[in-house]
């Protein structure tokens, strides 16, 4: 069972920033489309940014200009870069990889807090 390990959340003051990591064991990475995604208290599970296994990347309206997502296939990590943080980013941010065969595989979720 592939499970990935996401890092680097916290508590941040509102305007800051936060690097998430997500690592890859198991898997060879570079094959994989890559994905954050958010959930907040209450609220459904939504898509942060995704980047294909060629590099082209998606975000949300909400983050756009704000937040960067990024891929290094030899360390088999994705990360989410976050800048410019509002407390309505408050939420725990899942990672993911995929595979158009029907491989799927999420980490545990980190939390991030933005405090007004």
């Known amino acids: 069972q592939v499970r990935l390990v996401e890092s680097g959340g916290g508590l941040v003051q509102a305007g800051g920033s936060l690097r998430l990591s997500c690592a890859a064991p198991?898997?060879?990475?570079?094959?994989?489309?890559g994905g954050w995604y958010r959930q907040a208290p209450g609220k459904q599970r939504e898509l942060v940014a995704n980047?294909?296994?060629?590099?082209?990347?998606n975000y949300a309206d909400s983050v756009k200009g704000r937040f960067t997502i990024s891929r290094d296939n030899a360390k088999n990590t994705l990360y989410l870069e976050m800048n410019s943080l509002k407390p309505e980013d408050t939420a725990v941010y899942y990672c993911?990889?995929?595979?158009?065969?029907?491989?799927?595989?999420w980490g545990q979720g980190t939390q991030v807090t933005v405090s007004s």
């Open positions: 198991g898997i060879i990475f570079s094959i994989y489309a």
């Open positions: 980047i294909t296994s060629g590099g082209l990347t």
């Open positions: 993911n990889a995929n595979h158009r065969i029907g491989l799927d595989y």
